[in-house]
């Protein structure tokens, strides 16, 4: 170790976001998977992830999120779910619900599953459809959640909302409600990834996003007793940043399909760091000590007005790769901080977009993307 | 919040508490959530794996610890009030 090198970080993570695979049924044009997948050939192995579960729990992970791309698509998934019930971490299965027969679900259930969460893309099927260019997908998702249901399981309906399914947020309260959800989690899309690449595509009016901040209040004040909701702001019309991943390297790791470990699954795009990979490092030393991990940590990094800022604590000057994307530098104030100097510029961007005719969507797919 | 004696709590779905050897403490694990419970709450909690009526739940406490039932269904009641509030306990209730 260097001697200049930072003192390890000692706390322990609270989540470990496994992307089992980047293989995927749906093509949603919001995914936040990088726009370079990793093949199968590339992922990593069933003994390798359940060994990525030992290191995790005895770092101190209390959840894990089996996600990816989609997660069934991996036959060895329930072996990963019984693994992670004999660790007693909990977990958390974010699936599309599309080509999961009841049968799977059982068998993964039985495995000691904690908690299911389902995207829906639309509560119209047609713009279901067109959303994540699968035929049919949600009737699937729906018969899908009836046997998550029928099963005991809690159930989360994750709706990714934007300009093309926004003025239907009140009916996707209502098929929370009529699924038995626990959850519901109204997400307005954040720009990362693909959902980048098509944030004309995507980008609601202040008006769509004023008035869905109404509906989810509407909807918390009517059935807060039987359905707890979450509610993610969209950056761009933010006031304050969000404090992404709860602060780089405090609470998640997230391991990539092909065994890369980073803070968070768009931190690949900021350049110069160095990820390590859970196949040659230990997911201790990725943690405590490994520099891309350490990168932006604590608060000696940050420039004004995030130094001094009293906020600092609370939204960490906000993400680090929005940083970087917009404005190129990824110690600069999140620009959806409104002490940001380029927050005006960012949010006059949003308005343009949201007010121009959307450009069709660029589906998420494995093979590159033309420049 | 106020409980009735046959109103009965159990643990919300997907709710579970373990002890963590890492951090040293009890940990509350929910869909998207971790809380830290205090000692009391971790004390409760392991009683509603299946539901129970306030009403056991006092009589219980109250032997366990020697102490009156009255100051007990008080000092419950404000603790489950918090517990129910943030959906980690659930009320069943029988219908009016």
Redesign the interface.
Known sequence: MSALAPAPWRE?P??LLAELTHRCPLGCPYCSNPLELVARERELSTAQWLRVLEEAA???V??LHLSGGEPTLRSDLEEIVARARAL?L?S?LITAGVGVSERRLEALARAGL??V?LSVQDVDPEGCDRIGGFTGSLARKIAFARAVRRL???L?VNAVVHRHNLDRLERFVELALELDA??L?VAHVQYYGWALLNRAALMPTRAQLDRSVEIVKRARERYGDRL?I?FVVPDYYATHPKPCTSGWGRAVIVVAPDGRALPCHAAHTIPGLVFANVKDAPLRWIWQESPAFQRFRGFDWMKEPCRSCPRREIDFGGCRCQAMQLLGDPEATDPACALSPHHARITALAEAEAAAAPPPFRYRRLEPVPA | MSFAPDDRLVL???V?V?F?P??NCH?L?A??R?LFPCPTSVEILGRLGEPRSFGALVAELAAEFDAPAEEIGRDLEALLSDLVAQ?VVRVERRAA
């Open positions: 322990p609270i989540g005895e770092l101190g209390l959840q007693e909990y958390n904690d908690h969460q005991g399981l809690p989360t626990d959850r989690e707890l979450d | 919300a779905r997907g579970r373990r963590d890492v951090r940990v694990l869909p998207e971790v959906r």
